[in-house]
């Protein structure tokens, strides 16, 4: 027996029965039988109805309650159960026999049954505590078996509550029993589909719910909105009946044509057929048990568009008509502004905020804010329906929009497809293309400029005025996007790299730590191992961090002064030339006593300003290495005297805008010294990224 009031899972997914599996083989979908998923998540409960209205026709009986008040002569107010005889006892009055009247008489009686002892009072009777009465539900039920019910639930509710029919019962013949009556049998297609619950009955005690076996079924799949098997009525449906079930009958659907496979069991060799149907016209053919209904939708073709794409303004299927060609498709240049160009300029207004907080995107102005068209070529793309390929015909699109040349301002057909290319697309002679450079610092006008075909650095700071007084032509900064783009996936890759020997490295201590503690002889290795692997993962931190500025090196000698001895570099698009005025000092960094920056004299060296700053307990300054103001980084490993010795690196005369940086000791003993000397061989790694003090002050931080 269940609990009456027990809040059980709602229908689980059932596995699928024969039928959908022949469908399954047949289709290549699995599809549900209609109507299962209006039971899944439903919650399996007969709880009490006490808070619903008591229909007027309610019979009392044992287990119901009344509330009696009475006023006047009589003054009562009493709670009363129905025994299991249809009586209740009234203080005063005696045994009144309630059983078999409606609840909207039970006033009405009970004030005649106390008339009979009192006289000149009023009375009010209520229901209160409805009983409860035992039902059964049987046959391809989802969950048969007994349940205890409230007096007012209906045929419906127990079919909600038992989990509707299994996958082998029927949705169209649910029967309630009384004895060996139907009371009434239930299609389950005409409440779900049009809330009919004419054929739903108030269950009474010892009543039996049957879920007959299902009836003959079909498939409806494709363009329908719910490809499901449904049932077919004991009197059959039609193709028609089934399509406005399924949804079928929509705009997207092809109703001129649908696939029908049928078996026939007499045809023993080959008892499956297949015949294509016009829905509209079969509409009244029956359907039979095991058909396979496929609607079709229709045709993706479009009969009058031509379609465009590429850097365009707006990439649309456009209305075909007889005659079209290509500038009636593309009828003004606007056509080819691409919606990014508006996107740009209006990012315009963070130019002054990017400059400010130091954000590149802020500096939009040296870039190209349009996607230039590719004016030399562009395609239509056409279907050769003889052949069932596509034929690719370029096109001048200068020649087409601007001067509708005969030549190239080609017919259109229906179904075309015209591609525009941008010059970032198919890159063309640079003299096609509109490429930026920035050029700032001390030249006599500094600004963005368009490079000319071919223009060298040389050449283009020639034509921004030459260099002024105090141009310091050695620490020339020269930066490209790319190589900025480039530097900043090698250096994630290395850090990666870094991390995930770190991690080894870390679990090999581990393990040796554990050794040496049977040893007693772990507690200072730990200790040491823990010092060491914080530090290292505080450099790989500031690696981490540390930002590509794509910076060049040109390796240009300190004395250059004038514009000749500059190399004929070729200028890209977004490359920025920044030259800086003739500083004055020399900085000192890392493992010192007085990180500064120190005035510069001719003929001092490293070692020179390394005394000035004095070095820290804990330097080493056999890893220290010079940063250079052309970019180049000059270091111990890269330094070498006769017979293969190192050389002094402090005695490397510097010059004005060098650096010195000297990193900290890491080297502990319980660490490999291949890692650690990778690690904090900054020198090795800045060269090979091109970063600047910039970055040198993100590793010290």
């Known amino acids: 027996m269940r609990n009456p009031s027990g809040q059980g899972p709602g229908r689980a997914p059932t596995a699928p029965n024969e039928f959908q599996r022949f469908v399954a083989a047949a289709t290549g979908v699995t599809l549900p039988i209609f109507g299962e998923t209006y039971f899944t998540g439903t919650p399996q409960t007969f709880a009490p109805l006490d808070r619903v209205p008591v229909p007027a026709d309610y019979v009392l009986g044992p287990g119901d309650e009344l509330y009696i008040r009475a006023w006047g002569n009589l003054d009562m107010d009493w709670r009363a159960t129905i025994d299991r005889n249809g009586q209740v006892s009234i203080p005063r009055v005696g045994t ?242 691409t919606p990014d160009y508006y996107l740009r300029k209006n990012r315009l207004v963070q130019f002054v905020e990017g400059r400010r907080t130091g954000n590149r995107e802020g500096e939009l102005s040296v870039k190209n804010l349009v996607d230039e ?13 003889d052949r069932i390929s596509t034929r690719l015909i370029p096109f001048n699109l200068g020649k087409a929009v601007l001067l509708q040349d005969p030549e190239n301002n080609l017919l259109l057909q229906a179904g075309d497809i015209v591609t525009v290319f941008s010059t970032r697309d198919i890159r063309g002679p640079q003299a096609r293309v509109n490429r930026m450079v920035r050029v700032e610092g001390e030249v006599d006008r500094p600004g963005v400029y368009q490079l000319q075909p071919g223009e060298t650095l040389k050449a283009l700071l ?115 030339i920044s030259i800086p005025a003739r500083p004055g000092f020399v900085t000192v960094a890392g493992a010192v006593v007085n990180n500064n920056a120190f005035l510069w004299k001719p003929g001092r060296t490293a070692g020179d300003y390394i005394n000035l700053a004095g070095l820290d307990e804990g330097a080493e300054v056999s890893n220290m290495f010079i940063l250079r103001a052309d970019g180049t980084v000059l270091n111990a490993n890269g330094t070498r005297g006769f017979f293969g010795q190192r050389s002094n690196l402090q005695s490397q005369p510097l010059y004005a805008g060098d650096s010195v940086v000297v990193p900290s000791q890491l080297d502990y003993e319980t660490w490999g010294t291949a890692l650690v000397r990778g690690l904090k061989d900054w020198s090795q790694i800045l060269s090979n990224f091109g970063l600047s003090a910039a970055a040198i002050k993100t590793l010290r931080q």
């Open 96 to 337: 009144v026999n309630v059983a078999g009247v409606k609840a909207s008489e039970i006033e009405g009686h009970l004030r005649n049954q106390v008339g009979r002892v009192f006289k000149g009072f009023s009375l009010t009777v209520t229901l209160g505590q409805l009983r409860s009465i035992q039902v059964f539900v049987v046959g391809q039920a989802l969950q048969p078996g007994t349940y205890t019910v409230g007096s007012l639930s209906t045929l419906i509710n127990a079919v909600f509550a038992s989990g509707g029919p299994a996958s082998n019962g029927s949705m169209r013949r649910v029967q309630l029993k009384r004895g060996s009556t139907v009371i009434t049998e239930l299609d389950l297609y005409d409440f779900i589909l049009q809330g009919d619950k004419s054929k739903d009955a108030r269950l009474l005690p010892g009543d039996v719910i049957v879920y007959t076996a299902a009836g003959p079924r079909v498939a409806v799949a494709g363009a329908v909105d719910t490809p499901a098997i449904y049932e077919l009525k004991p009197k059959g449906n039609t193709v028609g009946e089934l399509i406005a079930i399924s949804g079928g009958n929509r705009v997207h659907a092809n109703l001129l044509r649908a696939q029908l496979e049928r078996i026939d069991p007499t045809a023993l060799k080959a008892p499956r057929s297949v015949v294509t149907v016009d829905l509209q016209q079969a509409k009244s053919t029956p359907l039979r048990d095991g058909d396979v209904l496929t609607v079709f939708a229709v045709s993706p073709q479009f009969a009058n568009a031509v379609t465009l794409r590429g850097n365009v303004a707006a990439s649309l299927r456009y209305p075909f008509t007889l005659g079209m060609r290509i500038s009636d498709l593309i009828p003004e240049r606007e056509a080819l502004i």
């Open 373 to 385: 068209p590719n004016w030399e070529y562009a395609t239509i793309e056409r279907l050769d329906t």
């Open 462 to 576: 020639q034509r921004a005025g030459g260099l002024t007084p105090q141009a310091y032509l050695y620490g020339l900064d020269f930066s490209r996007e790319e190589t900025r783009v480039r530097q900043r996936e090698n250096l994630a890759a290395a850090t990666a790299r870094l991390e995930a020997l770190a991690a080894t490295q870390s679990a090999r201590t581990a393990a040796n730590r554990v050794e040496t503690s049977n040893n007693n002889g772990g507690a200072f290795t730990g200790a040491a191992a823990a010092i060491s692997n914080t530090a290292l993962q505080a450099q790989i931190a500031r690696l981490s961090r540390v930002e590509p500025n794509g910076r060049i090196a040109l390796e240009l000698e300190p004395t250059i002064s004038g514009l000749d001895a500059l190399p004929d570099l070729p200028l890209e698009d977004a490359d920025r």
